[in-house]
């Protein structure tokens, strides 16, 4: 399972691993700060105690055992942080300020930490102390000790409160990635929706500027006088597209009336007659070029989406096989149309009929005789797919994406009239629709389908310059 988009950021990370660092060197400070301390504060006890073994040990070899009980009565009155015990040979107290012999391990030499209870206002509360032990002769001992316990419940409040303080941090870390991505998020999908609607030939569409004049406004402001530029060198082909049209088109219809009329004052069996009727053809040749390229540019620039009305694409299918079907009988071919249901999709209907004509002309042309063509709708979870399947030579694999190029013709297909601008013009239709232009092998021949997705209609009804990027699926 993927994490959400949100925690898979690039901001969201860095923020992350900024924030962790913070808190690992934080804590890495704080337990050195706190173990320099301990230490610190340790060490003056143990002087202390060091210091109060060393004047009991004098006062001892002075005054004895009676002598040292009495002075450790004395400093036992004073209360403080002091504590002492003397106990003889069985550990039983015999001077001192506390009540027992603590449950400790004897370590000579040592330091050692034990809990004792010490009454306050009438009360027994557990406490903490740290302390030595001094060994005296005949057996007796006697314990000095500092009590330590506002230092202990410090230490145990700090390894307590240290842990989720750091989790807090990263927390709250953890927070303000998030915020800080969905801003950048926000602002990326900004970017990115805009982009797509101006691949899909919206040029319009510019990067909204918050004038905050961070690294986004800059980026967008340097898009923005890019797409200038493009509209500008895109507006300036349009022109001279239209100039050619109407320099070139005219022309040359006019050209080919005048060859008609010539040859209708010719007899058909004359020289000057067929060579006459080669230069028509040539002419012919020229004006479904020149035509095909308008159209292609009209899809491509989106010129066509005023036309998009909801269409039933067996009314497109059963025009195109009226059309196609007596050219398949005169070639040998059979000509299928399968049925099928409903199929509304909201489309331009002239440019659809023209992309399906393409294909159909393809398959007729390149199945030799005694093959099969079909046409066929099929209703899918993914959407409405127009399929013209053959029996003939089909397309390579590794030529099915660069088939789809204008001008682009297979070596097989050299010998048969054609511009190669028929699967260009189905593209850019495709591309027009939000649809998908689908090569498979038919096993054998080829299976070409145009798949328009469900949305269609709600796509083109919510934004009509709205044209997402093309996929084309080569299978």
């Known amino acids: 399972m993927r994490a959400p988009r949100l925690f898979r950021t690039l901001a969201f990370r860095i923020v992350f691993i900024y924030i962790a660092i913070f808190a690992i060197s934080a804590a890495g400070l704080v337990a050195f700060t706190y173990w320099n301390t301990k230490r610190a504060l340790d060490m003056q006890t143990d002087q202390t105690i060091d210091a109060e073994i060393l004047g009991l040990s004098e006062q001892y070899q002075r005054l004895g055992l009676g002598g040292l009980a009495n002075v450790i009565i004395s400093r036992s009155v004073r209360g403080g942080q002091s504590l002492y015990l003397l106990t003889d040979q069985m550990r039983h107290p015999i001077a001192g300020n506390l009540d027992g012999w603590p449950q400790i391990?004897?370590?000579?030499?040592?330091?050692?930490?034990?809990?004792?209870?010490?009454?306050?206002?009438?009360?027994?509360?557990?406490?903490?102390?740290?302390?030595?032990?001094?060994?005296?002769?005949?057996?007796?001992?006697?314990?000095?000790?500092?009590?330590?316990?506002?230092?202990?419940?410090?230490?145990?409040?700090?390894?307590?409160?240290?842990?989720?303080?750091?989790?807090?941090?990263?927390?709250?870390?953890?927070?303000?990635?998030?915020?800080?991505?969905?801003?950048?998020?926000?602002?990326?999908?900004?970017?990115?929706?805009?982009?797509?609607?101006?691949?899909?030939?919206?040029?319009?569409?510019?990067?909204?500027?918050?004038?905050?004049?961070?690294?986004?406004?800059?980026?967008a402001t340097s898009l923005n006088q890019m797409l200038d530029r493009i509209e500008r060198l895109m507006r300036g082909m349009r022109e001279v597209t239209d100039s050619v049209a109407h320099d070139l088109r005219t022309p040359l219809n006019r050209l080919r009336n005048r060859i008609d009329a010539a040859l209708r004052r010719l007899p058909p069996e004359s020289a000057e007659y067929t060579e006459i009727e080669s230069a028509a053809v040539e002419i012919d040749q020229l004006i479904a070029t020149f035509n095909a390229l308008l159209l292609i540019a009209e899809a491509e620039a989106g010129?066509?989406?005023?036309?998009?009305?909801?269409?039933?694409?067996?009314?497109?299918?059963?025009?195109?096989?009226?059309?196609?079907?007596?050219?398949?009988?005169?070639?040998?071919?059979?000509?299928?149309?399968?049925?099928?249901?409903?199929?509304?999709?909201?489309?331009?209907?002239?440019?659809?009929?023209?992309?399906?004509?393409?294909?159909?002309?393809?398959?007729?042309?390149?199945?030799?005789?005694?093959?099969?063509?079909?046409?066929?709708?099929?209703?899918?979870?993914?959407?409405?797919?127009?399929?013209?399947?053959?029996?003939?030579?089909?397309?390579?694999?590794?030529?099915?994406?660069?088939?789809?190029?204008?001008?682009?013709?297979?070596?097989?297909?050299?010998?048969?009239?054609?511009?190669?601008?028929?699967?260009?013009?189905?593209?850019a239709v495709a591309k027009l629709h939000n649809a998908r232009l689908e090569l498979a092998d038919n096993m054998p021949g080829l299976k070409a389908s145009l798949l328009f997705p469900h949305d269609t209609a709600r796509a083109i009804a919510r934004a009509p310059a709205e044209n997402p990027a093309l996929q084309i699926a080569a299978k």
């Open 105 to 219: 391990i004897y370590r000579p030499n040592s330091f050692i930490e034990f809990n004792y209870e010490r009454r306050v206002g009438g009360v027994s509360t557990l406490r903490r102390a740290r302390g030595r032990i001094f060994a005296l002769t005949g057996g007796f001992q006697l314990l000095v000790a500092r009590d330590v316990h506002e230092r202990h419940e410090t230490v145990r409040l700090f390894s307590t409160t240290l842990p989720w303080s750091l989790m807090l941090m990263l927390v709250l870390g953890v927070i303000g990635g998030g915020f800080m991505s969905r801003n950048l998020i926000a602002r990326l999908d900004s970017i990115n929706d805009i982009s797509r609607e101006i691949m899909g030939g919206d040029l319009s569409r510019r990067i909204p500027i918050r004038g905050s004049g961070d690294e986004f406004d800059t980026l």
């Open 303 to 427: 010129m066509a989406r005023e036309a998009m009305a909801q269409i039933d694409l067996r009314d497109v299918v059963e025009g195109i096989s009226e059309l196609y079907g007596p050219l398949a009988e005169e070639k040998g071919l059979t000509f299928d149309v399968a049925p099928s249901g409903e199929a509304m999709i909201a489309g331009n209907k002239r440019l659809i009929a023209q992309a399906l004509a393409n294909l159909v002309d393809n398959a007729i042309k390149y199945t030799p005789e005694g093959g099969k063509v079909r046409v066929s709708i099929e209703n899918t979870p993914a959407g409405v797919s127009l399929i013209v399947a053959d029996t003939g030579v089909g397309v390579p694999v590794d030529d099915r994406v660069r088939v789809l190029d204008r001008f682009v013709r297979l070596e097989a297909s050299r010998h048969s009239p054609g511009t190669g601008l028929g699967l260009s013009l189905v593209v």
